[in-house]
């Protein structure tokens, strides 16, 4: 008979520590102490619960959970071409592992579950502990710990029966969504998906498939800009709709769910609702936003621009790096471009908007937490500037009469950090440097930066942008050079709506995990949104220290499920109460 965590909650503890046995090796005091705090609302609090047991438990008691959990060479030698066949050499994860054991002093932990669970291929692990030998030690050994937790989340599955298989079907989606890339990086198996391009086009066309054929939604539309819109009527059609949504463009050499786990877990719920032939008493809008990122032309929150009519045709003379302006890249992907002004959306057809996202941080998977409540979005300033001096032979330019732009960058850069590390929920950055033309041999004559400048809020943001451009001013004028800066974002912040905040907390709540309530660093289609209508966010835990804008942002199809629980409670929620 399958175990069920009802049978766990209240069996004798002699019985229930059976269904526990052995699922940290080694170590049965961390099951025995789960036990004693029994009961659980949801296996995924149990899982919560093992892993800060262990986390809060004293090295020496750790330790034991690392070895036994440790990477194997297994067949980790091999044959040489040799004529004596007992002549043999190390394989690559053999030496690997011996170097993480020299280099940290313990031995290396990696789920070879992978986060699918379907494993990791060999090429796949060996990348893996090559690239956390660079780690610090304290840092590994907290992330040796976080890969025993998620190879105890595939046991306990296992042992419950428990599939999450709406999180398998996110974790597919995206997949195959990353198979799409723009040239120059597609060849390197690198994911860039930049506003319009072939790339982009047909990851529209993906979406717009599954939101048809397989999710059971009533329309669906690639609209003026480029979003792609489904809608699920509910049972009263003239009731306001409930929007959600965010971006499926992406960085250069980026992630795979930054946005589009947006995108796909409500499309998951609609799917289920389809499949159940249900209708809520409210409409459902899916938004695939076109662009976010500011990647290929200035603009920034495009696609959700559109929306709060916000879209500036002035962007449309914009050119992107190869000349190509953005209404030229409209026109050749078949976009109207005249009925821009008609997607503007009258805020009052609608409850409000909420968005899943991908964490881009490293809090909730420091706490072994998998998913966060939003409080509010950084406000965020963006500018591209240079500075502009005189380029001058390296070898016959004395040193005092130099006028580098690099120098006064490369000063200005060191000052934004330091303004930046200057009081709490303030992030500045010089994201790029590029000296155009530059030679080994010529002092740069000129030098083009980015300036990214976020606070919780607009005050803060403010008053730093206003000592950075300050400082700017007086650098330039000190070194004899000039300088231009041209602000190419501005995003308000935007506090959660109370209301809104609180749905997706007892959202949370009915799946037995933590509540923890966070800001957000990051910008998001939300904040366009915000100006319209109430808006609120739901943060899902990503590993890898949480890294995002990289190839190695990721999550678990665990996770996703969970996401997918969360808005299906949300859903419930509301339709209880409008």
């Not at 071409?81 to 050499?89: D, L, N, Q």
């Not at 029966?161 to 799409?180: F, K, Y």
């Not at 026109?331 to 821009?340: E, N, P, Q, S, T």
């Not at 190419?488 to 959660?496: D, G, K, V």
Request: include cysteine.
């Amino acid at each position: 008979m399958t175990p069920t965590l009802e049978y766990l909650n209240h069996a004798p503890l002699a019985e229930a520590a059976k269904l526990l046995e052995g699922l940290y090796a080694d170590s049965p005091w961390v099951a025995q102490q789960a036990l004693n705090a029994r009961p659980y609302a949801s296996l995924a609090h149990l899982k919560h619960a093992l892993a800060r047991l262990v986390a809060s438990a004293e090295r020496n008691a750790q330790l034991p959970l690392v070895h036994a959990a440790a990477v194997s060479p297994g067949n980790a030698v091999r044959p040489t071409p040799s004529s004596s066949p007992s002549a043999y050499r190390p394989s690559p994860l053999s030496l690997l592992i011996t170097a993480y054991q020299d280099r940290f002093g313990f031995p290396p932990v990696l789920a070879a579950c992978g986060p699918r669970g379907l494993g990791l291929s060999q090429v796949d692990i060996n990348a893996t502990l090559q690239r956390r030998l660079d780690n610090h030690p304290e840092f590994e050994w907290a992330e040796c710990l976080r890969n025993v937790h998620r190879m105890v989340d595939m046991e306990l599955n296992r042992r419950f029966d428990t599939e999450p298989a709406q999180g398998n079907e996110v974790w597919d989606w995206s997949e195959r969504l990353a198979i799409h890339s723009d040239p120059g990086y597609a060849e390197r198996g690198e994911l860039t998906v930049t506003y319009l391009t072939d790339a982009h086009r047909a990851v529209a066309q993906r979406l717009s498939h599954w939101m048809r054929a397989d999710c059971g939604f009533d329309e669906v539309e690639i609209d003026a800009v480029g979003n792609v819109v489904g809608i699920y009527h509910g049972s009263d059609r003239n009731a306001p709709r409930l929007l959600t949504g965010s971006h499926y463009d992406t960085v250069r050499n980026g992630g795979k769910y930054d946005g589009r786990l947006g995108i796909l877990v409500p499309m998951a719920c609609v799917r289920q609702l389809h499949a159940q032939g249900r209708r809520l008493p409210f409409g459902f809008e899916v938004v695939g936003f076109a662009e976010e990122e500011g990647q290929r032309y200035k603009a920034v929150f495009l696609g959700s621009g559109a929306l709060t009519g916000q879209f500036d045709m002035g962007w449309l003379e914009q050119k992107d790096a190869d000349g190509i302006t953005m209404r030229e890249a409209m026109v050749h992907a078949g976009l109207c471009i005249d009925d821009i002004g008609k997607l503007q959306r009258d805020a009052s057809r609608y409850l409000g908007f909420v968005e899943v996202h991908i964490e881009q941080g490293p809090v909730l998977n420091e706490i072994d937490v998998p998913l966060g409540i939003v409080t509010s979005i950084n406000g965020s300033l963006r500018y591209v500037g240079e500075i502009v001096g005189t380029a001058s032979h390296a070898g016959t330019t004395p040193m005092d009469r130099r006028r580098d732009a690099a120098t006064a960058a490369a000063e200005l850069a060191l000052y934004v950090e330091k303004r930046g590390s200057s009081q709490p929920h303030l992030v500045a950055t010089v994201g790029m440097l590029e000296v155009p033309n530059g030679s080994i041999n010529v002092v740069p004559g000129r030098c083009k930066f980015s300036l990214d400048i976020r606070a919780t809020t607009n005050a803060v943001r403010d008053a730093c942008a206003a000592d950075v451009r300050a400082e700017l001013a007086q650098i330039c004028q000190r070194r004899g050079l000039q300088f231009k800066l041209e602000e190419t974002m501005c995003a308000a912040a935007a506090p959660s709506a109370p209301a809104w905040q609180q749905r997706w907390e007892k959202a949370v709540e009915t799946l037995g995990v933590p509540l923890y309530r966070m800001p957000s660093g990051a910008g998001h289609d939300a904040m366009k949104l915000h100006e319209i209508m109430p808006q609120a966010m739901l943060f899902v835990r990503g590993e890898n220290a949480g890294i995002s804008h990289n190839p190695l942002e990721s999550t678990t199809s665990d996770d996703m499920q969970l996401a997918v629980e969360a808005f299906s409670a949300l859903l419930d929620q509301l339709a209880a109460t409008v």
